[in-house]
């Protein structure tokens, strides 16, 4: 997968410090995955769910949230944003 937006997981990381290895796993197996659905990135992540357009990730157990955008055609991952699990609780994000 191409992964557009790098920056913001690594100005995260450098904000959230125990954010940095689980977001750089992150991102090394999502680009070198081939998912065409959301079936096939639940093999991989479990707990990842379709919220509107967006898929959300939980990155490190359940502390922090990666929201992305996928196209599965075309295989570019566009981040969107990533929060602590109290601001995705907010629900501000999906406006």
Request: net charge positive.
């Amino acid at each position: 997968m191409r992964i557009i937006k790098r920056q913001p997981l690594l100005d995260f990381s450098a904000k959230y410090p125990q954010a940095e290895i689980p977001l750089d796993t992150w991102y090394r197996v999502a680009k070198k995955a081939t998912w065409k659905n959301l079936a096939e990135i639940r093999e991989t992540y479990p707990s990842a769910d379709l919220v509107g357009e967006h898929v959300v990730f939980n990155i490190k157990g359940n502390d922090y949230r990666l929201i992305v955008w996928i196209n599965f055609r075309y295989q570019i991952i566009y981040v969107r944003d990533i929060l602590t699990h109290v601001d995705y609780d907010k629900g501000k994000w999906k406006r």
